[in-house]
């Protein structure tokens, strides 16, 4: 928000040889967390060590937090474990969950650690990632329902340090057995006098989510209630946390991006230009292996029909431009189909509606590019039948790939796979093949044999 | 959360006709905001309109929510003027101005609106999208700085049913001339004694941001302070609104959804099936037109080696596998420099570091793919030239458009356009040439002439 001094790598590199503790702290506060991330990433492995054991822990972490989930992890367990333990007790409780999931030597991180943080962290971990269980935070504060606003009162002032950082609202109100009886607004207190009973002054039955309600239904929670924060239970409704709804818009945002990776074909999750080469190799050569063998299946239909082809060789040219236009306008329907998806606008028994939607969509363009097609077929060839040929199947094309683009995505959450697996790769060698068989056998009825 | 009687599209034009207005509340109330939300985009404008004259206001305004931007503007366009205010006074300040801004009529709804809303809209309408500005909203507290805590704790007191929809944390404290000078969480109230004056009470010269700050610095702004929501002033310092921290966290899972609509070569925004056909095929057509002109000039490499295809007709089998290799190696790299871009892990200038990173992985999966290319070529045609000729131009498109895919989203984001516009259509069509160009010009060179 100001002009920082600018940090770059080689000044970065130059503070940490001569380990100037204060002025790279200095610098690494000034500059943006994101731009902090970016160099820490640039650097090898030894110097990451380094600066970590110059950096206090607070700051190493807050660093750490710029990361993905998976990058933190791996830097982390590159530090010594002392180290790495004394940064990790910096993170907030649902942060240290996700990250000792991830970490390859999780015990003996979780030895290193204090006996409270390991316990939560390990509890929290419990919970499947992408449910209420998982993104839930344990800093939340809970009184009993015996108490009364002067308790509530004089606890918040005894900690006022601690909680100064916890993002709190609300303090909600459980039983003798810590079951969740009711909730009150932290700003409402200041309304009831001090002996009032939390019993009586607590909105009775709140809203409240179980800890294995799925991130989908979560956005619906949020959409219902104006809340900041809802609290979490379990079956029995004993109280485990607290989601916070810009921890649930942060998972929707990264699961958006994610789904751009899977639809262009790059596995496990993410791809992180700094991972290592075996580990970007491995999250793209599966795809392109798939992709390779529906390729060749379709190419063989150019196989089949080689002496048409030989006989009209021009054909040879229009071929990749109708599969491709058939390509590009089954992504088009595909990644439409996704986000209503993700979005709940489509359920994934609607195949019939969206087919009929795409196919008046796919038939305008199809139609407005066969024609373009055909009229340059004529211009180069001046060949009646070569220009019905390539118009008819650019036009078929484009409509099928519209309506398969359109309908897979729906039939793959039917199955209960990602929709994004539905990858460009895949569906564009089906178009492919489409493509090349509208066009080969239209030649082979149309065009006589050596007419020219 | 509960097993809600299930709603359909049946059963609600059914009630609709019978005009049962206890019962469609009920039913809507009941089911997930976004299950309404779909049923409300599959009825015809008619329908709309009588259903929304059912509904009272609120419940209207949370139906509409929970569409796009886009779509509720257009509902409410259609609606009468009278019932579209009614309505649009029930949403969020920020919504007000985001609607105003898309409403082809806006006037006549100004003038339909009591005039604080009007004013308020307007004033808000008048910040740019995806600014401090464009999302804060106007439902905040402020308070003067020579006030007390009582005057605080009456007013709450006074106001306790308005204030309950707002998400509340903090009162701001302006001086005379609205300044922002500083800031005081609620729940510190309790700790404090009725006469203290705000001026001493408040945390002075408090986290501020500009109305113009850009989306991506208030995301930083967020990374780096723990706050819910952070106050936004004008460049006199004055308060003008509140930016809360789940709206930003919306904005950019809504962005990173509009990549992927982008990426696959849909233009505008968004596209959603309930829209009408005209608009829908205005938001692909574009993109497949310049794909086809793009895809033309790739094909045209075809028509200059004729005669070597003629020769080696094998060819035109291994040419889409070579050219739709080099497209997915290319969406691969695409989809990770988009991401890497929007998360500012890479640099627009760090085109170098880009292609070595991808030249890398680019090459493994191409040499990877080559063998099993010439592999197959070797079976099918015992043709060491021919292996050696596809094996070759395998792994060089798949290398150079890693390479291309990497870097053309950092140079769009140099010349300041949006990088996802380097779309997977456009893309292809380069690779696909390179692929054939590869293939065609090795054939030229490396196998004699009619020996095949």
Same mark, same amino acid.
């Given at each position: 928000?100001?002009?920082?001094?600018?940090?770059?790598?080689?000044?970065?590199?130059?503070?940490?040889?001569?380990?100037?503790?204060?002025?790279?702290?200095?610098?690494?506060?000034?500059?943006?967390?994101?731009?902090?991330?970016?160099?820490?990433?640039?650097?090898?492995?030894?110097?990451?060590?380094?600066?970590?054991?110059?950096?206090?822990?607070?700051?190493?972490?807050?660093?750490?937090?710029?990361?993905?989930?998976?990058?933190?992890?791996?830097?982390?367990?590159?530090?010594?474990?002392?180290?790495?333990?004394?940064?990790?007790?910096?993170?907030?409780?649902?942060?240290?969950?996700?990250? =000792?999931? !991830? /970490?390859? #030597?999780? *015990?003996? +991180?979780?030895? @290193?650690?204090? $006996?409270?943080?390991?316990?939560?962290?390990?509890?929290?971990?419990?919970?499947?990632?992408?449910?209420?269980?998982?993104?839930?935070?344990?800093?939340?504060?809970?009184?009993?329902?015996?108490?009364?606003?002067?308790?509530?009162?004089?606890?918040?002032?005894?900690?006022?340090?601690?909680?100064?950082?916890?993002?709190?609202?609300?303090?909600?109100?459980?039983?003798?057995?810590?079951?969740?009886?009711?909730?009150?607004?932290?700003?409402? =207190?200041? !309304? /009831?006098? #001090?002996? *009032?009973? +939390?019993?009586? @002054?607590?909105? $009775?039955?709140?809203?409240?989510?179980?800890?294995?309600?799925?991130?989908?239904?979560?956005?619906?929670?949020?959409?219902?209630?104006?809340?900041?924060?809802?609290?979490?239970?379990?079956?029995?409704?004993?109280?485990?946390?607290?989601?916070?709804?810009?921890?649930?818009?942060?998972?929707?945002?990264?699961?958006?991006?994610?789904?751009?990776?899977?639809?262009?074909?790059?596995?496990?999750?993410?791809?992180?230009?700094?991972?290592?080469?075996?580990?970007?190799?491995?999250?793209?050569?599966?795809?392109?292996?798939?992709?390779?063998?529906?390729?060749?299946?379709?190419?063989?239909?150019?196989?089949?029909?080689?002496?048409?082809?030989?006989?009209?060789?021009?054909?040879?040219?229009?071929?990749?431009?109708?599969?491709?236009?058939?390509?590009?306008?089954?992504?088009?329907?595909?990644?439409?189909?996704?986000?209503?998806?993700?979005?709940?606008?489509?359920?994934?028994?609607?195949?019939?509606?969206?087919?009929?939607?795409?196919?008046?969509?796919?038939?305008?363009?199809?139609?407005?590019?066969?024609?373009?097609?055909?009229?340059?077929?004529?211009?180069?060839?001046?060949?009646?039948?070569?220009?019905?040929?390539?118009?008819?199947?650019?036009?078929?094309?484009?409509?099928?790939?519209?309506?398969?683009?359109?309908?897979?995505?729906?039939?793959?959450?039917?199955?209960?796979?990602?929709?994004?697996?539905?990858?460009?790769?895949?569906?564009?060698?089906?178009?492919?093949?489409?493509?090349?068989?509208?066009?080969?056998?239209?030649?082979?009825?149309?065009?006589?044999?050596?007419?020219?």
């Amino acid at each position: 928000m100001s002009h920082a001094p600018q940090l770059n790598l080689g000044r970065l590199r130059e503070l940490l040889a001569d380990q100037q503790q204060e002025q790279l702290q200095a610098l690494l506060r000034a500059s943006t967390p994101s731009e902090g991330a970016r160099l820490l990433m640039r650097l090898d492995d030894a110097e990451r060590a380094s600066l970590f054991t110059i950096l206090p822990a607070e700051d190493a972490a807050q660093l750490l937090n710029e990361l993905a989930d998976s990058q933190a992890a791996e830097v982390l367990s590159e530090l010594p474990v002392e180290l790495a333990a004394a940064i990790f007790e910096c993170f907030r409780s649902n942060q240290q969950a996700d990250l =000792l999931a !991830l /970490l390859p #030597d999780a *015990d003996a +991180l979780l030895a @290193a650690l204090s $006996p409270v943080t390991a316990q939560r962290a390990t509890q929290l971990g419990r919970h499947s990632p992408n449910t209420a269980g998982g993104f839930m935070v344990t800093e939340f504060l809970a009184y009993s329902d015996r108490a009364c606003v002067a308790d509530v009162i004089n606890a918040l002032r005894a900690n006022a340090s601690k909680y100064s950082r916890w993002q709190l609202q609300y303090a909600y109100i459980v039983d003798g057995d810590r079951r969740l009886v009711g909730v009150l607004r932290l700003r409402d =207190l200041l !309304l /009831l006098d #001090d002996q *009032d009973s +939390l019993h009586q @002054a607590m909105t $009775p039955d709140p809203v409240r989510v179980p800890a294995e309600m799925p991130l989908n239904e979560l956005t619906h929670a949020f959409d219902r209630h104006p809340y900041l924060g809802v609290p979490v239970v379990d079956a029995a409704n004993r109280l485990l946390g607290v989601v916070l709804r810009a921890d649930v818009e942060e998972a929707l945002a990264e699961q958006a991006d994610r789904r751009l990776l899977l639809v262009s074909g790059v596995l496990g999750g993410d791809e992180y230009r700094s991972m290592n080469w075996g580990d970007r190799v491995l999250r793209r050569a599966p795809w392109l292996l798939v992709s390779l063998v529906l390729s060749f299946a379709a190419a063989s239909v150019i196989g089949l029909y080689q002496e048409t082809l030989l006989d009209v060789i021009a054909l040879a040219v229009f071929l990749p431009v109708i599969s491709g236009m058939g390509g590009n306008s089954g992504n088009q329907a595909l990644a439409v189909s996704i986000r209503e998806l993700s979005l709940e606008l489509v359920r994934p028994h609607e195949t019939l509606w969206v087919v009929g939607k795409e196919l008046i969509v796919g038939l305008t363009n199809g139609l407005l590019l066969a024609l373009l097609v055909a009229a340059i077929a004529w211009l180069w060839k001046r060949d009646i039948r070569l220009s019905a040929v390539v118009g008819m199947a650019i036009a078929l094309n484009i409509s099928v790939a519209a309506c398969l683009g359109g309908i897979v995505p729906l039939l793959l959450k039917r199955w209960r796979l990602d929709p994004a697996l539905a990858a460009g790769p895949v569906l564009a060698a089906v178009n492919d093949m489409c493509g090349f068989l509208f066009a080969l056998v239209l030649a082979d009825l149309l065009i006589p044999q050596s007419s020219m």
